[in-house]
């Protein structure tokens, strides 16, 4: 496997040029991300992403994390790493300063994440989750809970987990049968067992803090009936100290495709009498609750699929380089050359580089605009951009981690047979890759999330404002000087119209015919993912037009950015015109197959 190398230089160009972060350092308490400091952080993370986690991924995958004895024993340099990363105080980086966060910007606590998750992702799970248990405590929980947990799972000495998922309830929440009895002292007895618990049991820290969706004796049915409850591994006294062990264990590790050294626990509450826990809010208002831990985590899995992607095309970007097979398609030299001299190979990796680089784009807009519905000091602008947050939201989780499966899968295809081999790594990359689409929602549901919630509820308001934007674009774009650009407005400018025939097919069919709006739903999140990501990569193209007046510039990274930008419009977003007959016909197919004819 490769050494891995952060794309410094395209992230600062993705959130200077297209995102506007020194827009979002203006607003009140993001002060201190300056360009000195943001530069100085993207620096920073980029090694310890290349020098300690890189190195350990590998190791990790063919170790795996173990269970013994009711211990969970992670991979070797795990835990090692793991200290590093929490004296480096990277996972403080976006929480508010009162509990010992750096109260930096989340639109630059994503390419962080970024870089962990493409140099290591089973090692970068644990901290994702953290952050999100983070984010839930803060907007949820009572100032005594936050006394208690924050400073400690700010600063990384404590992590939190996800506890949703139980054998007879996956994507189906309101199925959860987890018990939880109130006591006289006010707080409760959680009896029941989780499933996939993204590292409910490790050996980084002293204590793990379970947030765990449970049913009350007298709650109603169904998700109405779900209510969130803080369960640590050790109790906390009320001094902050540890106190006895929970009545909680992992009672196994699951066997997993990928993700090896990431420990994936069957988590058992209550063996004997029950695991002690506490309310979170109101009873009955869990699910509302955990939606802000999950949106974060839909978010960081988004930019898991960005990395995932990242690390696949820098291993085949680097093999074509070096594999030296056949002569070239003219065969003007009789000697074999590089593979990245075939056109096949140059056009699998260009496939790759836009779409990540589009897709960093849509994550880090994503968090931009999450950033700027929190703390904007204009009411309407944080409601405008929460919409959008709420409108990207599924998008970034489902077409980011669609294309770390698909780069990842290119990146075994430029490898040839060697590919296939393990001792390549580049296996390990699509193993790895497989999980995000189906983990945070399935991105079926996100589809279904993007239709439903975020399109048919407000009449695809939200979507035509951004709509509004990306013709405004494409028409600048089109006026701009050179070939390049002139394609892509054209070719924006076709995707957005495609984009607005779907929208207004959904609005309508969403309302009086739900089952033919959700047969075009993951086609429709596509199209959705490759539209926008071609008004970001415009964006891109033409900051780098700019750019290039300056005698000081990188011509040649800005050359490439065009370059990049133009196989885009030419390659990737006419695939939008093929995308909308299935969208607003296809569903007469789905539909007519009985049960016993599939």
Not at 416 to 424: A, K
Not at 490 to 503: I, P
């Amino acid at each position: 496997m490769i050494p891995y190398n952060a794309p410094v230089q395209d992230m600062r160009f993705t959130l200077n040029h297209i995102i506007g972060l020194p827009h979002v350092a203006e607003l009140p308490g993001y002060e201190a991300a300056s360009p000195d400091l943001v530069d100085a952080v993207l620096e920073e993370a980029g090694k310890l992403a290349r020098d300690v986690l890189a190195p350990i991924n590998w190791q990790g995958d063919q170790e795996g994390s173990v269970l013994e004895n009711g211990v969970v024993r992670t991979a070797t340099g795990f835990k090692e790493a793991y200290r590093q990363y929490q004296e480096g105080g990277w996972n403080s980086v976006p929480f508010d300063p009162e509990y010992g966060g750096q109260g930096l910007p989340w639109a630059l606590a994503m390419p962080i994440q970024e870089m962990w998750n493409a140099a290591n992702m089973s090692f970068a799970l644990c901290p994702m989750l953290n952050q999100g248990a983070v984010e839930l405590l803060t907007e949820h929980g009572s100032e005594e809970q936050k006394r208690l947990y924050l400073e400690k799972m700010i600063s990384g000495e404590w992590t939190g987990t996800m506890n949703l998922t139980e054998p007879q309830a996956g994507s189906d929440v309101g199925a959860v049968r987890t018990k939880a009895v109130p006591t006289k002292d006010g707080s409760y007895r959680i009896l029941g067992q989780k499933i996939y618990i993204t590292y409910g049991e490790h050996d980084f820290t002293s204590n793990i803090i379970h947030m765990v969706l449970a049913r009350t004796p007298d709650a109603p049915p169904g998700v109405k009936g779900i209510s969130l409850f803080i369960v640590p591994k050790f109790l906390v006294n009320p001094d902050g100290s540890l106190g006895e062990r929970n009545d909680l264990r992992c009672a196994g590790l699951e066997h997993k495709m990928g993700i090896h050294a990431s420990p994936t626990a069957v988590m058992a509450y209550g063996d004997n009498g029950g695991a002690v826990g506490w309310l979170i809010g109101e009873e009955n208002r869990g699910i509302e609750y955990m939606f802000t831990m999950m949106n974060n985590a839909r978010l960081g899995v988004g930019i898991q699929g960005v990395a995932i992607a990242e690390r696949a095309y820098q291993q085949a970007r680097d093999y074509a380089r070096n594999r030296v097979q056949s002569r070239a398609i003219d065969g003007k030299d009789p000697n074999a050359v590089a593979i990245i001299n075939h056109p096949d190979v140059r056009r699998m990796l260009l496939e790759s580089k836009s779409q990540i680089e589009a897709a960093r784009a849509l994550a880090y807009y994503t968090a931009a605009a999450f950033d700027m519905g929190k703390r904007h000091p204009d009411a309407d602008t944080r409601r405008k951009a929460r919409a959008l947050n709420d409108l990207l939201t599924p998008v970034t989780k489902a077409w980011c981690t669609d294309l770390g499966v698909e780069v990842s899968s290119l990146g075994l295809q430029v490898h040839g047979g060697m590919g296939f081999i393990e001792e390549t790594g580049a296996a390990q990359h699509y193993r790895d890759a497989r999980i995000a689409p189906i983990y945070e929602g399935t991105n079926g549901i996100q589809a279904n999330d993007l239709v439903f919630r975020k399109v048919v509820r407000d009449g695809g308001q939200a979507a035509f404002a951004l709509m509004a934007e990306m013709k405004e674009l494409a028409a600048t774009a089109k006026n701009r000087p050179g070939d390049d650009l002139a394609a892509m407005g054209e070719n924006l400018h076709h995707a957005v119209r495609d984009l607005e025939q779907a929208t207004t097919w959904l609005v309508e069919a969403g309302k009086v015919d739900p089952r033919a709006a959700a047969a075009g739903a993951v086609n429709y999140l596509r199209m959705f993912g490759i539209a926008v990501g071609g008004f970001l990569t415009a964006k891109g193209m033409i900051a780098a037009q700019e750019q290039m007046m300056d005698p000081a510039s990188d011509k040649r990274f800005l050359d490439g950015k065009l370059i990049t930008g133009r196989f885009y419009a030419d390659q990737i977003l006419p695939r939008t015109a093929g995308l909308l007959k299935p969208i607003v016909a296809g569903h007469r197919a789905v539909s007519a197959l009985a049960e016993d004819q599939f």
